[in-house]
């Protein structure tokens, strides 16, 4: 199979296959994912909500009685992962895709493990 290995050559040579740039194998994600959609009254309007982090966003803190707290969906520490569909690459980016009035937001709950129902018992707080 001299020819096929030439051939498998050419074609790799053609057809360059994107390297992952994650190390390692990859893990699973933990914990549960669900989607929350936000509606903004206006495009003034706040949605009370402060991200941080780059390759994983949390949500840093909400404020009392703002539209992402009243969600009840929502809490300090969750991870957003995508907004409309689009992974979110860091806080900037996050923040300069929650301009608009609709959005859907997808969220993991790391401390869920999706098997027990949506309780109203709060998540440990960290100390920091």
Known sequence: GRLEEDELKKFDAENPRPIPKVKGPAKPLKGRIFKVVLQKP?????????????GEVRIESLKPGGIA???GDLHVGLI???????????????ASMLKGLHM????????????RSSSNSPSPSVAR
């Open 104 to 115: 859907e937001l997808t969220i993991r709950d790391e401390d869920d493990p999706g098997s």
């Open 42 to 54: 206006d495009e003034q309007a706040k949605l009370g909500m402060v991200l941080e982090g780059v």
């Open 80 to 94: 957003v992962m995508a907004i409309d569909g689009v992974p979110v690459k860091n806080h900037t980016h996050a």
């Open 69 to 71: 707290a009243l969600s």
